[in-house]
C-alpha cells in the first residue's frame, strides 16, 4: 500500500476507530451476513435490529478499509452490499475472540503505549512475568503454545493453497520442528489422506499435543516426538522438516545452527520449509504489530529476516532448487541433493 505520508499518517491516527468499526462488523454478525451472498441493508437492518441510516455509515467505514463492495439503489433500503473476498477471514484472525491483537487491554503490549520514551532509555518494559522468554514453567509453555496456535489460520491457508506442491501423492513424513500443540499439524491432515506429521517440540508440550490428538479426526497420523532442538540432533527418517515461525525467534548464528542440522537429518531429496513472517514491505502492518511488542522485551532476540538471507544460508548449507510458495505467509521450500 503506497499512500503518501500524510495520507498514511491520517489513517494510523484514525485506526483506533477502524478497529471499533470492523469489530463491531465482526462481533454483531454483519462481516458473516455478507460474506457469502450480496445482502441489503433493509434485510441486514431487520436481522439485527439495527436503524438503517446509522448501520448505512457503519458499512461507508467498512467500503473506506475495502472490507465491503456496495451496489447502489434507488432506494437506501434495496443498496446491496457484500463483504470482499478475505475480508471477513482477516477480520477473524486479526480481531477474533482468540486472537492476541484483539485483547488488547491485557495483553502485555498495552504496557508500552504511552511510554515509548522510557521503554527505550530501559526504564520501563514488559516484566518477564507477563512475556518469559524462552518460556520455562508448565504454565509458560503452554500459555505460549495458545498464543501461538490462535493465530493459525493464515498459516494453515497458505499451506493449503499449496498442497499438491508441498505433498506429492503417496505416504510423506513430516515432522514439525518446534510444531506447538499440534493444531496446524491438525489441519495439514486435513488436505492429504498419505500424510503423516510428527510434532518435535520438548517433552512438556506433550500433554497439549495429546489434547489436539484427541480431537483431531486424524489422530492415528499425528504423533509427537520429544527433544531440545539445540541439545540434541534432530530426528531422521522423515520426507520433510518444517520450521513455522521458529527460526525468526533465534539470533543468525542459532538460525543457521538449527538448519544445519536439519542438513544433516534429512536423506537426500529430503525437503526443508521454513514458513514465517519474512521482512517484507508489502506486509509491513504484521510486522509493525511484533516490532513494536518488542521493544520492550530484552530477553527475546526475535527478528524478521528476508526469505533473501533464508535463501543465501540455505545456499550456503548445500540445499538446492530453492523457491517461494505464495500465500498469506509464504513458504521456502529447498531440497537436499
Known sequence: MNLPSRALLSLLFHGEK??????????????????????????????????????????????????VTRTASNTLHDTEYRATDGARAAAVDVLGPDSIER?????????LHGNLPAVLAGRHGIPASDFAWPPQTPDQIAGFERSMAAGIAP?????????????????????????????????LLDHHPD???DIYNLPA??????????????????????????ADPLPTGYDALAFVRVLHDWPLPEARLLLEKAHRALPPGGRLLICEEFRDP????????????????????????AATEYHRLLTDLGFHEIRILPGPFDIIVATKP
Open 18 to 67: 477502524a478497529v471499533d468499526a470492523v469489530g463491531t462488523a465482526l462481533d454483531l454478525g454483519i462481516l458473516d451476513a455478507v460474506d457469502s451472498e450480496p445482502t441489503t441493508l433493509g434485510e441486514l437492518s431487520e436481522r439485527f435490529g439495527l436503524v438503517p441510516m446509522r448501520l448505512y455509515k457503519l458499512l461507508d467505514c467498512l467500503e473506506c478499509l475495502g472490507l
Open 103 to 111: 485483547d488488547r487491554d491485557s495483553y502485555p503490549w498495552r504496557t
Open 155 to 187: 498459516i494453515a491457508e497458505s499451506f493449503r493453497m499449496n498442497t499438491e506442491t508441498l505433498w506429492p501423492p503417496g505416504q510423506f513424513r513430516l515432522l514439525d520442528i518446534g510444531g506447538g500443540d499440534g493444531t496446524l499439524a491438525a489441519h
Open 195 to 197: 500424510l503423516r506429521v
Open 205 to 230: 508440550v506433550a500433554p497439549l499435543v495429546s489434547v489436539t490428538r484427541a480431537a483431531c479426526p486424524h489422530s492415528r497420523r499425528l504423533g509427537f516426538v520429544g527433544g531440545d532442538f539445540f
Open 282 to 305: 508489502e506486509r509491513l502492518a504484521r510486522q509493525f504489530f511484533w516490532s513494536y511488542f518488542l521493544i520492550g522485551v530484552d530477553t527475546c532476540t526475535s527478528l524478521l529476516r
